[in-house]
């Protein structure tokens, strides 16, 4: 069966930095766009960025833009999420995703499979 295993997550202070990490299993991985998402509290689950199935394209929401950056193995069925000058407004639990298509899209229902999610935690 498919699998997405996040790691990396965790607790640090503003300006930092964390990368994560998406190892997939049991999927052709190189025709899934892959996504990150995340979800805090209270709030709706949203696309944080998303690489298409050669990584020759990405997309990024406005607020993570300069920061952060997404990246794909296709020879290692992985996908990461470098994360800089974090904010304490980057505090959710972060979800790798997977969406079979040819273009990104962007909404979470698009996407067909989810890992267990990560959380990170930055403190001001």
């Known amino acids: 069966q498919v699998q997405l295993v996040e790691s990396g997550g965790g607790l640090v202070q503003a300006g930092g930095s964390l990368r994560l990490s998406c190892a997939a299993s049991?999927?052709?991985?190189?025709?899934?766009?892959m996504g990150w998402f995340r979800q805090a509290p209270g709030k709706e689950r949203e696309i944080v960025a998303a690489?298409?199935?050669?990584?020759?394209?990405?997309y990024y929401i406005d607020s993570v833009k300069g920061r952060f950056t997404i990246s794909r193995d296709n020879a290692k069925n992985t996908v990461s999420l470098q994360m800089n000058s974090l904010e304490p407004e980057d505090t959710a639990v972060y979800f790798c995703?997977?969406?079979?298509?040819?273009?990104?899209?962007?909404?979470?229902?698009?996407?067909?499979?989810w890992g267990q999610g990560t959380q990170v935690t930055v403190s001001s």
């Open positions: 995703a997977a969406d079979l298509t040819w273009v990104i899209r962007t909404t979470a229902g698009s996407f067909d499979f």
């Open positions: 049991g999927l052709t991985f190189s025709s899934y766009v």
């Open positions: 690489i298409a199935r050669s990584g020759g394209s990405t």
